[in-house]
């Protein structure tokens, strides 16, 4: 009896093929499983501990999602965490992410490396006044930078653009018209991102190699499928000063420079005169306390190492 074929949906088989089929189904679903509780324990950053958006000055956000935003900002693994706002993760937990549980870099927030060196990085430019005094400040102090820029805004001053190229920065998307992402279709994503792709390539004769989302708002679903499709990691930050909203020197200063730690990203925008003012401050201040600084991408770059570290003990 055992040996006769039965029927199975509609398909004539032999019952150890039957046996045999279920296999398939459960390894993908324990690799599947494996994937995402080592990527909650180990790297931090699931959709869910995604840095909440919040307000910019430059696009605001609609206000209508409070309760949204606050649900997003808890972390994983911790159900009674209040919500936190976009702010730096605490120091003493920097959510170190060279890589996804399944070997994809998809997005960082910072690096894994015990050298002292960040990567300072401006957003929402380029500013026709202020980048250029940023861009001579940055010069003065032998410093490189990274500048996600947004496409509409690199379209006006392609000549800025060029020049943070031609002065050794780095230059990066921050999407065409900073949406909130969160919400688009994988098509208008992808148009955002190859918009501004294409006005930095006819800027700078170079290819943008990173992505950053506008307010942070970007699932993990997304992150993948444009590193999938465009090879662009999504980079966020470790370290925000809040600078579009207390247009203080001072406390940007301080707030860059006590948050900074080995391998961190640090967020500022290049549109508020009060972030620029800031900057000679943070450098010295940074440099002072042993820091050097580095493009994003050359931040990546020194994570082989650890990206070693963590495939052995993955081999253990
Ligand atoms: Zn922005």
Redesign the pocket.
């Known amino acids: 009896m055992i040996s006769q074929p039965v029927q199975f949906f509609k398909f004539r088989t032999h019952p150890s093929t039957l046996l045999s089929m279920p296999i398939l189904p459960l390894i993908l679903a324990l690799f599947a499983g494996a994937c995402a509780s080592r990527y909650k324990v180990q790297y931090g950053h699931d959709q869910q501990n995604l840095p909440a958006p919040v307000t910019?000055p430059?696009s605001p956000l609609p206000q209508a999602k409070p309760s949204q935003n606050a649900q997003s900002s808890v972390r994983a693994g911790a159900p009674n965490a209040k919500p936190r706002t976009r702010s730096s993760p605490p120091p003493s937990q920097p959510i170190t992410t060279p890589r996804t549980a399944c070997g994809a870099p998809h997005y960082y927030s910072s690096v894994a490396i015990s050298e002292s060196v960040v990567a300072l990085t401006f957003?929402?430019g380029p500013h026709p006044v202020l980048t250029p005094r940023l861009l001579d400040v940055l010069k003065e102090h032998g410093v490189k930078a990274t500048f996600?820029v947004i496409g509409k805004n690199a379209k006006s001053y392609p000549d800025i653009v060029a020049r943070i190229v031609a002065e050794g920065h780095e230059i990066a998307n921050?999407s065409w018209s900073?949406p909130n992402l969160s919400g688009m279709s994988d098509s208008a994503v992808l148009e955002q991102l190859k918009e501004t792709n294409k006005v930095l390539k006819e800027a700078t004769g170079v290819d943008a190699r990173l992505f950053r989302p506008?307010?942070g708002a970007f699932s993990v679903r997304q992150r993948v499928m444009t590193y999938e499709k465009l090879g662009m990691p999504s980079i966020l930050w470790s370290v925000d000063p809040l600078d579009w909203k207390i247009r203080s020197a001072p406390s940007v200063r301080s707030k860059l420079v006590s948050g900074a730690h080995p391998g961190a990203i640090l967020l500022a925008?290049d549109i508020h005169a009060s972030t620029v003012d800031a900057i000679p401050g943070v450098l010295m201040d940074l440099k002072a306390r042993g820091f050097q600084f580095v493009t994003v991408s050359q931040l990546i770059a020194m994570t082989a190492t650890a990206d070693f570290a963590v495939a052995r003990e993955d081999a253990r």
């Open positions: 910019s430059y957003d929402d996600f921050h900073h506008p307010y925008h």
